[in-house]
């Protein structure tokens, strides 16, 4: 299906140069002189290869259909993760490289969804938050305690972040997925 250029959005799967992309980013860009443009990150599907990419407002790219799957996590095994069909129990292989800078809040049985172009999986969807302990937090300095003063910590899956200074090491806070942002104190 043809859309115009200015309508692409991460995560739409496109075909361009005999190829398909899945895209990670997109930004509109209107210089000084002359008509805007649209500047797209995006990640073969195939190779694995990003490449950015430039149209004009008004031209129009082939966007292809996809299908969203619900899956479970099971484990990964080398480079793949290992998918579970929750109504069949089959189990699908993806590659690993296909969630990019979100592979770090996968968790064991995890419900994900699956963009798939014709049977193939192009694309995953982490839920939008997961619970994550903090394994690290710096002391709060005396004095710092505006609202807007957030310090450093270490989450238990390796990835840093930003808290309110009342949160401790130890303690389990819910994370957004796309950017490891704080999200609130997790009360379970």
Known sequence: MKQQ???IRAGQVIEHDGNRWTVLKQQIIT????????????RNLKT???TNERWRTADTVERLQ????????SYTDGENLVLMDPETFEQTMVPATILGEQA????DN??????LVEGDPVG?????????????ADPVVKGQTAASSYKPALLSNGVKTSVPPFIES????????EDASYVERFKG
């Open 124 to 136: 995953i969807h982490l839920p939008p938050t997961v619970v994550l302990e903090i394994v690290e």
């Open 5 to 7: 250029a200015n309508l």
């Open 170 to 177: 130890g303690e389990r806070i819910v994370v957004r997925t």
């Open 48 to 50: 694995g290869n990003k």
């Open 31 to 42: 210089p000084g002189k002359g008509g805007a443009f649209i500047q797209v990150e995006m």
């Open 110 to 115: 995890m419900t994900v969804t699956v963009d």
């Open 104 to 107: 770090p809040f996968l968790q």
């Open 66 to 73: 996809t299908e969203d799957k619900e899956f479970t996590y």
